[in-house]
């Protein structure tokens, strides 16, 4: 049973405006959440994360948003650029098993000019 | 430079041949672990160590060993491989558990 749940296989937006990404968990353990990025031929690369303590976090473009009462989290990306294009993975890892962590199914973001 | 390396890149073997894939972290970390990844279901953890001599079962380690008897390197094996352990697999460390570092994949076919 898959845990973290990404329901968009594929977000196409335009250069210049937002891109949301959407994950849903069910795991009321879970902690702490992080995004992946990851280009075709490479390992993902770790992007942003936030703890469950909060209900955001920012870095540049990048802003995670967690929703706890829903057991939602978005990562909003703005502007979004050509080099943003790739698969976005949600994660996350629970309070009683830090080595262990759950992804979703990942989201592949396509940004146009 | 900070890198995790895995072997090798690609590989094609038959079924029931036993394989080692290696994997080497240069950072000191404590955490390592093993993902596979499969269309449709994202990466799914195989095994991961939380040090040298501990290591506990992820989501699919069925058909998969591992071992951590240096901090640096954590390989996985496939005792006797199936078709349906044809996948992308990586290999990835860190300090907490959660802020990965990946390597850049093995693909394996398993024939």
């Known amino acids: 049973d898959q845990q973290v749940k990404q329901n968009s296989p594929s977000l196409s937006v335009q250069e210049g405006r937002i891109s949301i990404l959407n994950c849903d968990y069910t795991n009321s353990m879970f902690d702490y959440f992080l995004w992946y990025k990851k280009y075709p031929a490479e390992g993902p690369t770790f992007l942003i994360s936030?703890?469950?303590?909060?209900d955001k976090n920012e870095d540049g473009r990048f802003t995670v948003f967690l929703n706890k009462s829903a057991k939602h989290l978005s990562l909003h990306i703005v502007p979004s650029q050509p080099g943003d294009s790739a698969v976005y993975f949600c994660a996350a890892r629970g309070l009683d098993s830090w080595g262990k962590l759950q992804f979703g199914a990942g989201t592949q973001v396509v940004v146009t000019p | 430079e900070a890198q995790v390396t895995q072997n090798p890149r690609y590989l094609i073997t038959v079924t029931g041949k036993k394989l080692t894939v290696t994997c080497s972290q240069n950072?000191?970390?404590?955490?390592m672990s093993w993902y596979r990844q499969d269309p449709g279901l994202g990466l799914r953890q195989i095994y991961y160590s939380m040090n040298v001599e501990v290591t506990d079962k992820g989501d699919v380690p069925e058909g998969y060993k591992v071992s951590r008897k240096e901090k640096r390197n954590f390989p996985l094996i496939l005792e006797s491989p199936s078709p349906n352990q044809t996948s992308l697999y990586f290999c990835a460390s860190s300090f907490s558990g959660a802020e990965a570092f990946f390597g850049q994949g093995t693909r394996l076919t398993v024939v």
């Open positions: 936030i703890s469950s303590i909060k």
């Open positions: 950072m000191n970390h404590e955490y």
